[in-house]
């Protein structure tokens, strides 16, 4: 988890970043596979679940977590 916030407020924030697969598209089972996907869950500061902050989340804050995970990989 790493500390982010989301409409101002401070949270913490569980990314998954799975990599889509690297070979050709008929290798996969679906397009999920082929393209890969990042999963975003919210947290307070003491890590409990926080799905009224997460459901507040724009568009901009979903991109600047994911790119704040991707610079921690």
């Not at 679906?30 to 409990?48: A, H, K, N, P, T």
């Amino acid at each position: 988890m790493m500390r982010t916030e989301v409409d101002g407020v401070p949270c913490l924030a569980g990314v998954v970043i799975v990599d889509g697969y690297r070979g050709p598209a008929q290798h996969c089972d679906s397009d999920v596979d082929y393209y890969g996907y990042v999963e975003i869950e919210i947290f307070d500061l003491q890590g409990r679940p926080w799905a009224d902050l997460e459901n507040r989340m724009t568009r901009a804050d979903r991109a600047r977590i994911e790119m704040e995970a991707r610079r921690c990989l």
